[in-house]
């Protein structure tokens, strides 16, 4: 069964987005990310003011769905799902003029993670953990993705992030800025509201003009020359036909180390 994304409207002016998919721990789909860039984008039609993105029982977001490596089209339905660019409901919260805050009600992980950091502001749990696991995939990570981190943490902590591979827990996290707050498991639902609230409650035209100006100038670092960003998406494409993807894809399912080829 696809994921489904429940939409609610928990208080004046704030429209909740909520990720369910609890039989794959929330995984994201292609319905499931159509449905989020669908809602953010009709967001300001239904007279919401900010938003907010969370995730049902217990969990954020174990990443993108992409499924067991020994299933027929299994290279092209991996980069169909996470290739180069962002996936659209990236985009679309990226995009949008409204504020968005993500309650990360549990672990947060991979395509997640990215999908949380199109956020503006993060509020996480105190007991969960975030992390990026493509180096114990074998997935070369898009350079938009990367630079998403880059302009979060910066490249040190980015660095931790994708060559290691482990998971941070959310102290370190907030230490890193990868999140705003940390606060206890049971009040991460009120604290994440409130924000919103206030959020909807401030000059929608100081918001939006804001949000224009911080996009404008994160996005003034410059361009990549196009011979160099047809390298890295051509870098990227190449790891969905390697042996190695495959098998990090089938040893992360059957949860044992992997054997990389190198190839």
């Not at 994304?5 to 909740?16: H, Q, S």
């Not at 003011?49 to 174990?62: D, K």
């Not at 996480?124 to 990367?146: C, E, F, Q, W």
Request: charged content about 25%; proline content about 6%.
């Amino acid at each position: 069964m696809p994921g489904q994304l429940l939409i609610d409207e928990p208080a004046d002016g704030v429209l909740r987005l909520t990720i369910s998919n609890p039989g794959k721990r929330n995984a994201l789909d292609h319905p499931l990310l159509d449905a989020i860039a669908r809602a953010v984008e009709g967001a300001p039609t239904r007279g919401a003011r900010a938003l907010l993105l969370t995730g049902e029982e217990g969990m954020f977001s174990s990443g993108y769905d992409i499924g067991p490596s020994d299933e027929a089209g299994f290279e092209e339905r991996a980069e169909a799902l996470v290739a180069h660019p962002s996936t659209n409901a990236i985009d679309a919260l990226e995009a949008c003029e409204l504020p968005v805050v993500a309650a990360l009600t549990g672990h947060t992980i991979g395509g997640g993670l990215e999908l949380a950091l199109a956020c503006d502001l993060r509020v996480a749990a105190d007991g969960i953990r975030l992390g990026m696991p493509p180096a114990k995939l074998g997935l070369v990570y898009s350079h938009t993705g990367l630079r998403r981190f880059l302009d979060a943490i910066g490249a040190p902590r980015t660095r931790e992030l994708f060559l290691l591979g482990r998971h941070v827990t959310a102290p370190v996290a907030l230490g890193w800025g990868l999140v705003n707050a940390v606060v206890p498991e049971r009040e991460l639902e009120d604290a994440a509201l409130d924000w919103a609230v206030e959020l909807a409650g401030n000059a929608p035209l100081s918001v939006r003009g804001n949000k224009r100006v911080l996009r404008a100038l994160l996005a003034a670092e410059g361009e990549l020359e196009p011979a160099l960003e047809a390298e890295l998406v051509a870098l990227r494409r190449a790891c969905f036909a390697s042996e190695d993807f495959r098998e990090g894809v089938r040893a992360f399912g059957e949860k044992r180390p992997p054997a990389w080829r190198g190839r």
